[in-house]
Structure formats: C-alpha cells, structure tokens
C-alpha cells in the first residue's frame, strides 16, 4: 500500500467522521478494522457523538480487501455526515446522497434541516465564507472576480422561495430498474434563498455576442482523488441564466448554508435539474457553445428524444438534455401508510419547471372520480405551490390517496411514464396508503 501517511496528533479527536475518512483513509482503515492490540487499544473520537475503538464493528470484514480506499462503513456512516439534518433517508455514503421522507416534507418551506443532499464527489473541507471567491470569466467584457462580500455590497441582495428537484427524483419506481442512486419522493425541497440575481452579476461583467450557455465550477473534488479531475460541471443556456430567479445564494432560510448543501455559495437554478445549481461555486464561465463538463455529456441528465422500450439500448447521438422539470405534486399530510379518521385533510406542494400550476386533484376511489383541491398562488416564481383538502371516506377500510396536478399549459401528471435508461424525470402521481378507523 506505499508509505503510509502520518496522522495529525489528536485530529481523530476533532474531525467527524466523514472528513477522517476522507483526509486520513488508511488511518481510518487502521482504526477500524485493525486487530492489532495496540491499535485496538486507541480510541476514535467522540466529536460526532460517536465512542469508538479500532474494529468498531465488532467482527471481522470478510471482503476487506475489496474496500475502497476512503470508503466510510455504511453500518455508521450516517452518523456524521447528516449532522444538521433530521430524519433524511441515507441513500449514498460516497458520494453523499440522502432524501427527505415525503411527511417531513409538510412545511410550506423546507427547513434547511430536511433539505435533501446530492453530491456528485467530495465536499471541500475549506468552506470559510471569508475567503470564498468567485470569478466570472469566459466571453465577457469584464472578467470579475467576487468575493461573497462584494456580492453582497455591490449588488442587489434577493431573497426567494425557490424549488430544487433531482432530476433522478423517483428512479426508484421504474420498472425494470434504472441505474443511479434509488430516489422515491423526497429529492425535492423549497427553502428561501438569500442572494444576489446571476442575471445582475452577468450584466456587470457584460456579456458578449454569441454567448449561447454557461459553465460552472465548484470547490468539491472527484471520489478518485485525481487531482484536477472534477466531479460535475453543469451550466444553463444564457436565457435561463438571464432570468430574474435565479441566484447565487449565500444564505438559506435566513442562516448559513448546510455545508453538504453548498455552502458558502452556490447557484440555485428553480424549475431545471438540481444538478445545474452547482454548490460550493467557485467560477461561471460564459461560452459561444453548449458546456461540455462532467455530466453534461453522453447520456448525463439526458432522456431519449423518442419513446424506448425497456431495456432498449439507445444512441447517445438520441439523448437531449433535460431542461424544464414536469408538473408533479407531492402528498406530505397524511403519512402514507397510517391510520386515519374518517375525515381527514390532505394537503402538499404541486410544482411544474418554469410554469406554474393551476389545479391539483385528489382521489380516493382508485381513480373513477376526482375532486379538486384548494391550490395557493405561489410566493414568488419558482417557489412550489402548496395545497389541501379535507377529504371524507365513505366508511372504513383501506384507501389510497392519489394526487396530480396540471400545470398552466395544461399539462397534467400522468400515472405512469414511459421507461427510459436513466431513470429521469418519472413524475408519475404520488399515492399514499391510508387505513381509515
């Protein structure tokens, strides 16, 4: 395995559990798995509230050779690296993804602490807001380069209710199975954004002819630890970047950003795919041609531009990339899979990209009859819709809930979607299971 490195004296007892992992992986692998007495005898740490010795889990690990490198034991792994939310779905340890359970959901804006989490590599360890800087570059007039301070002094400060989706949101209920970390509901969040407008930045730096998209970067590094190699860079088409909505958000629901949510800058871009509201943002580059990062290519965020069946091997030449998300609405009242009264009031968030929605109906009755809910106007553009219903059964026994919502071009959620390989855009209707006592 080479010369291994030297541990920092104490770091162990200071850093989570995820940063030990990721700064010190053969230390990490020594303390855990070891069955040396003496590296047995040394404690771990106790920062994350965990107490632990060398061979923390007790017995032996089989395929312990097979172990990556760096790679934080799913047995405890949420331990440290959901420190600051509450009660999200683990999905993915490396890179971190983790959702938030549909009834946690209910707040008309999502708690920074039950925001979901989707990273594409490893989150920077350096997140001083201080010492961030952002420069916009590429075909502009003026190259800049910001810090969060001049952001904040030299532009107009925002604050919006703005939607973030996954555009693997619901993979998990294609069948046969799409490739990709198993989302059900709960890839999705609206906090409130405080900020700045990238169209007000963009226009300083001013943007020259022939600019068709944007590029960005962030600090989070590749889980091969190469360095220079980048995880994601996504960008949007310069009409979407010149939009009122979105921003280069520096505060969340009135707080610091969540670290594992980009902080202390990132972009937030409502109505598309998660992945184009880089975190930890450190540049915007402006382009003559359409980016071609990491995960912009190939198949990447991209769906078949016709109808496949499953299992159809398509043509990367036949994917286009994902723009706009779909009209969807989400159930958070009551929790599927409950008892509940005779008469009980359902309620949720309906969103539709860079549309807005204009009804949301219910039923109880497998879908034979529908019966409309009362929907709010959203707060601002680009913020989902929330919604409700007090809703009577007929007598007791079991029912389900299904929700969809129409959109304001009249498009309405189905309640299915056509299969395609990675497991985009699935908007089916959401159903909740209910036993009325």
Aim: some cysteine.
């Amino acid at each position: 395995m080479g010369e291994e490195e030297e541990m920092p004296k104490d770091s162990h007892e200071t850093k989570g559990l995820y940063a030990f992992f990721a700064d010190s992986p053969r230390e990490a692998r020594r303390q855990f798995f070891d069955s040396e007495p003496e590296m047995s005898r040394r404690g771990f740490f106790t920062g994350a509230g965990l107490v632990a010795t060398g061979g923390l889990l007790g017995m032996a690990v089989p395929f312990y050779a097979n172990m990556p490198l760096g790679l934080v034991p799913a047995a405890f792994a949420s331990e440290d690296v959901l420190i600051g939310k509450d009660g999200l779905t683990l999905l993915n340890d490396r890179p971190i993804n983790a959702e938030t359970p549909a009834h946690l959901l209910d707040d008309a804006i999502t708690p920074t602490a039950r925001h979901f989490i989707r990273n594409n590599g490893l989150p920077p360890e350096d997140v001083d807001a201080a010492g961030w800087s952002l420069t916009v570059d590429g075909l502009v007039e003026n190259t800049l380069e910001l810090s969060i301070a001049d952001l904040r002094t030299q532009f107009e400060v925002v604050t919006m209710a703005l939607a973030i989706e996954c555009g693997g949101n619901g993979r998990a209920f294609f069948d046969p199975p799409a490739s990709g970390n198993q989302w059900t509901v709960g890839a999705v969040g609206c906090s409130e954004w405080t900020g700045v407008r990238l169209a007000d930045v963009l226009k300083k730096v001013g943007v020259k002819p022939g600019v068709v998209y944007t590029a960005h970067y962030g600090a989070d590094t590749h889980l091969s630890g190469k360095e220079g190699k980048l995880p994601i860079s996504r960008g949007v088409t310069i009409a979407k970047a010149m939009t009122d909505n979105v921003p280069i958000a520096f505060a969340m629901n009135g707080g610091a950003l969540h670290k594992q949510n980009g902080a202390p800058l990132r972009l937030v871009v409502p109505g598309w795919p998660g992945s184009c509201s880089q975190k930890w943002l450190t540049r915007i580059q402006l382009r003559d041609i359409v980016h071609d990062g990491p995960k912009m290519t190939g198949t990447s965020y991209r769906v078949p531009r016709y109808p496949v069946a499953p299992g159809d091997k398509v043509p990367k030449e036949d994917f286009e990339i994902i723009e706009r998300m779909p009209v969807k609405a989400l159930v958070t009242a009551p929790k599927s899979d409950s008892t509940a009264s005779r008469e009980v009031e359902v309620r949720g968030h309906a969103w539709s990209g860079d549309r807005t929605v204009s009804a949301v109906d219910l039923s109880i009755d497998f879908g034979k009859t529908w019966m409309g809910a009362d929907l709010d106007e959203p707060v601002n553009l680009g913020a989902w819709q929330n919604w409700r219903r007090v809703v009577s059964f007929p007598e007791v026994g079991y029912y389900e809930v299904w929700a969809r919502a129409t959109d304001s071009a009249g498009e309405m959620q189905p309640f299915a979607i056509d299969w395609n390989p990675k497991g985009y855009l699935n908007n089916t209707m959401h159903r909740v299971a209910l036993r009325v006592a």
